[in-house]
Structure formats: C-alpha cells, structure tokens
C-alpha cells in the first residue's frame, strides 16, 4: 500500500513511526526539514515541501497513492491538501480538522464534495477516551467491541483481589465469565498460558460479556463509587469538547492559570464553573478541595506537571486520576507511578487512521495506550485458516490471543479448544505490531 502522509507533527511522525514496521510504501512531507530528521531511522521516505504545492504532490505521484493524510497543524491546508490530492488521483483522502461542526453529518456531504473521504478530530476523540474513563472509574482500559456485546478492560490488580497469587489454569469457574488476554507486568507485555501467575501490580487486560461485567470487577477487588463531581486542571480543546460532553451529567470545575483562557470558557461553557488560579501554586489542588470531587483529570500543557498533579491528587484522597501524557517516554513511569487513566490525543488519532488502512474485514481497532498493543475485531471467513482446528492447535503468529466472539446473536468467550467458523466475529488481542498478520488467517 502506497500511503502519503503530510505534516511531520506530532500525530504524522507517531502514525509513519508505526506504520514503518510493516511493509508498506511510506512517504511523510513536511516543510519543516527538522521534523523529517526525527524520521531518519525508520523505514520510510521524506519529503521537504508543501502539501499544497502541485508540483511537490506530483513529484511523489501522489495520483498513484491509496490514501493521502493530511495532519498537519493547520486545519485549512489540511483539507486543501487532501481535496488537492484526490484531484491528482489519490484514492481515499483523510484531513485533520479542529472543528466539531465540520464533525456534523450534515457536513460529509460537503467535503465529499471536494474530494474528502473522512475526517478526523483528535481532540474530540481524546475526549469520548476521558468521557469513558469517567463512565467507568474502575479500570484503566475500556473498550465496547463487536456494537457493545463484548468488553476489553484494562485493570490494575492489587493484593485485595480474589485472584491475586493464583495461577489461570486454577482460576476454576471464573474462566467462564473472564478471559485473560495479556498482562503487563514490569512495562512487559505477556500473553499467558495456564502455568501463569497473577501477581499484585499486574495490569490485566480482560475480556468478558456485559452481562459479567459486575462480576469481572468484583474478582478483581474494584469497587464501582458513583460519580457526581469532575474536577479538571487545564482548559484546552480537549477539556472544552469534554465538558459539552458531560456538563449536562456531571458538576464540573476547570481550573487553568491562563486568564484569558479562563475568560473564553466561561463564555463557552456556562453549565461550568471555571476557577483562575495564579501559575505556580502548587496548592491550588487542595484549595479546590479536591478531595470532595470524585475524579480528577490533570490536562495541562506539561506531561511531567500532570503526572505530579494526580500523584497529589491521590495522597489527598482521590480514587479517579486521569493524565494528559503526551510525551510517550513518560507512559511507563506515568503507569509505574499509579496516574490511572492516560490520555494521548496522537495515538488516540492514529488508531482511527489506523484502522481505515487495515484490509480484509476489520471493523474495529483500539490502541491500548500506555501497552504496546492492538484490540480488534475481525470476521471469520468461509474456508479461513482459522476454522481449520480448534484455537490451541492453529500456530498463530506469537503475541496474538483470541479473546471472545459473536457467533448466532450471541456473545461469548473462547477457550483453547474453541473452534472458530465462518461469520464468527471475534476480538483479538495483539501485541506488537502482529495485527498485519493476522489478515490472511482471516480471509
């Protein structure tokens, strides 16, 4: 596949850094010679030039590419590069926008117009990420595959958990209604067998029916505390298309050294109480009397100041953190440091991108973001290799773990001795960058 992505920024450089891996035709176009240089070592091509110059999009032939993602910084180029490139013969475009009236179905028919296949808005995105977390406070990870009737969740098991120090194979009836599909322990990501220890700290990421949900919580030692008050330090995009999402649900507090800024949202956002605090006050948590909100999210423009916030914001008795980490060195110390839910508008952003580049039947990719790894849904075709045996007996490629499917209507979970067949739609679990594999095991 022949892909053309423009603007080295921070969503372009994440999404060609991962596509890289795969064999794939990549060619990422910046003006910016000092972003391209941050892509010197990856298996791709980079171009000095604009997006929306003619001559720069022919001279790549442009014309002969299957998608062209513009995702630069600057919402108009964007869509006049894309529009550009489909008129040159490109043949799905994809431009970043920062608008959410452009998000509007009424608008589709518009940028269609112009030559625009889709879309894409990561702070909005960013946002239903955080307005999930918030939904559900007991995990780190929540993911509603196959429409709602299967769920993946992320969840850090402590020493009160009925599981804890217990290996899979001896978990007896619980096995029924959780299937484990990784652990990450010590920033490693594990898929398990039966011989597998639980231990205090694991992340485990679960999948189970919604029917089980109460119970895959309880095994796990988490308790559901109901949630009234958001408190949130930072006012960026990102918080204001959280806080349309949720005002009408929630009482929710901004709190954002930037007058100006402070000014605008409470313009904006009237359903909110929005609080100027002067910049440096490293006590400003407890004035606000954090402790009487029951999730806090930390969204300033500092990964390392949000780390520390929701560290205070835990000694001061908060259950619920939620991290705005950007900069993805600081994943596995965010984690190690128990911040809770983290947020990444650039990989949030090139999981949807991601997804639109796949082939075959695959109708559903979410990133894990602080694990290196992928949950996706696929549909199992006639005379696929995967009907072929029973799961423990089909050599799938190493890091792959089949978590659950819909076969007939019905929700399920699948064991070693499950034998998949044609129209099963199935959640897999993939570390690394396995997913591209698992195509031809479906087709």
């Given at each position: 596949?022949?892909?053309?992505i423009?603007?080295a920024?921070?969503?372009?450089?994440?999404?060609?850094?991962?596509?890289?891996?795969?064999?794939?035709?990549?060619?990422?176009?910046?003006?910016?010679?000092?972003k391209l240089?941050?892509?010197?070592n990856?298996?791709?091509m980079?171009?000095?030039?604009s997006?929306?110059?003619?001559?720069v999009?022919?001279?790549?032939?442009?014309g002969?590419?299957d998608?062209?993602?513009a995702v630069?910084?600057q919402?108009?180029?964007?869509?006049?590069?894309?529009?550009?490139?489909?008129?040159?013969?490109?043949?799905k475009?994809?431009a970043?926008?920062?608008?959410?009236?452009?998000?509007?179905?009424?608008?589709?028919?518009?940028?269609?117009?112009?030559?625009?296949?889709?879309?894409?808005?990561?702070?909005?995105?960013?946002a239903?990420?955080?307005?999930t977390a918030?939904?559900?406070?007991?995990?780190?990870?929540?993911?509603?595959m196959?429409n709602?009737?299967?769920?993946v969740?992320?969840?850090k098991?402590r020493?009160?958990s009925?599981?804890?120090?217990?290996k899979?194979?001896?978990?007896?009836?619980?096995?029924?209604?959780?299937?484990?599909?990784?652990?990450?322990?010590?920033r490693?990501?594990?898929?398990?067998?039966?011989?597998?220890e639980?231990?205090?700290?694991?992340?485990?990421?679960?999948?189970?029916t919604?029917s089980?949900?109460?119970s895959?919580?309880?095994?796990?030692?988490?308790?559901?505390?109901?949630?009234?008050?958001?408190?949130i330090?930072?006012?960026?995009e990102?918080?204001?298309?959280?806080?349309?999402l949720i005002?009408?649900?929630?009482?929710?507090?901004?709190?954002?050294?930037?007058?100006e800024?402070?000014?605008?949202?409470?313009?904006?956002?009237?359903?909110?109480?929005?609080?100027h605090y002067?910049?440096g006050n490293?006590?400003v948590?407890?004035?606000?009397?954090?402790?009487?909100?029951?999730?806090?999210a930390a969204?300033?423009?500092?990964?390392?100041?949000?780390?520390?916030?929701?560290?205070?914001?835990?000694?001061?008795g908060?259950?619920?953190?939620?991290?705005q980490?950007e900069n993805?060195?600081?994943?596995?110390m965010?984690?190690?440091?128990?911040?809770?839910t983290?947020?990444?508008?650039?990989?949030?952003a090139?999981?949807?991108?991601?997804?639109?580049?796949l082939?075959?039947?695959?109708?559903?990719?979410?990133m894990?973001?602080?694990?290196d790894?992928?949950?996706a849904?696929f549909?199992?075709?006639?005379?696929?290799?995967?009907?072929?045996?029973?799961?423990?007996?089909?050599?799938?490629?190493?890091?792959v773990?089949?978590?659950?499917?819909?076969?007939?209507?019905?929700?399920?979970?699948?064991?070693?001795?499950?034998?998949l067949?044609?129209?099963d739609k199935?959640?897999?679990?993939?570390?690394?960058?396995?997913?591209?594999?698992l195509?031809?095991?479906?087709?």
């Amino acid at each position: 596949m022949r892909i053309v992505i423009a603007g080295a920024g921070e969503v372009g450089t994440h999404l060609a850094k991962m596509l890289s891996f795969e064999d794939q035709d990549i060619i990422v176009v910046d003006k910016d010679v000092k972003k391209l240089h941050n892509l010197d070592n990856y298996n791709l091509m980079t171009v000095v030039g604009s997006a929306v110059s003619f001559d720069v999009l022919k001279s790549i032939k442009v014309g002969a590419a299957d998608i062209f993602i513009a995702v630069t910084p600057q919402e108009t180029i964007n869509v006049i590069a894309s529009s550009m490139a489909k008129s040159l013969g490109c043949r799905k475009t994809v431009a970043r926008i920062d608008n959410f009236e452009f998000m509007k179905p009424a608008s589709k028919k518009f940028f269609s117009s112009y030559g625009i296949d889709a879309l894409i808005y990561p702070e909005y995105l960013a946002a239903l990420e955080m307005k999930t977390a918030i939904e559900h406070t007991w995990v780190r990870n929540w993911f509603e595959m196959l429409n709602g009737q299967l769920i993946v969740v992320g969840v850090k098991i402590r020493d009160n958990s009925r599981i804890t120090g217990h290996k899979l194979k001896d978990l007896g009836n619980i096995s029924s209604y959780m299937h484990v599909n990784a652990i990450k322990r010590n920033r490693e990501i594990i898929i398990p067998g039966g011989d597998d220890e639980i231990m205090a700290d694991d992340i485990l990421y679960i999948a189970t029916t919604p029917s089980n949900v109460d119970s895959v919580m309880d095994v796990c030692g988490k308790d559901k505390h109901k949630v009234e008050r958001v408190l949130i330090n930072g006012g960026n995009e990102i918080v204001k298309q959280l806080a349309m999402l949720i005002s009408g649900k929630y009482k929710v507090k901004i709190m954002d050294s930037d007058y100006e800024r402070c000014q605008q949202l409470a313009d904006e956002l009237p359903d909110c109480n929005i609080v100027h605090y002067e910049a440096g006050n490293n006590d400003v948590l407890e004035e606000e009397g954090v402790e009487d909100y029951d999730v806090f999210a930390a969204m300033g423009d500092s990964s390392e100041s949000n780390i520390l916030n929701c560290i205070v914001a835990k000694e001061l008795g908060m259950k619920k953190t939620i991290a705005q980490v950007e900069n993805i060195d600081y994943f596995d110390m965010a984690e190690n440091l128990d911040v809770g839910t983290i947020i990444n508008k650039k990989v949030i952003a090139a999981s949807h991108i991601y997804r639109m580049l796949l082939q075959g039947d695959v109708d559903n990719v979410k990133m894990l973001t602080v694990a290196d790894a992928d949950v996706a849904e696929f549909i199992v075709k006639e005379k696929s290799k995967v009907t072929q045996y029973p799961i423990m007996q089909l050599s799938l490629p190493r890091g792959v773990n089949i978590g659950g499917m819909i076969r007939d209507g019905k929700s399920m979970l699948v064991s070693g001795t499950t034998q998949l067949q044609a129209g099963d739609k199935v959640v897999v679990f993939c570390i690394g960058n396995t997913l591209k594999k698992l195509d031809k095991w479906f087709r």
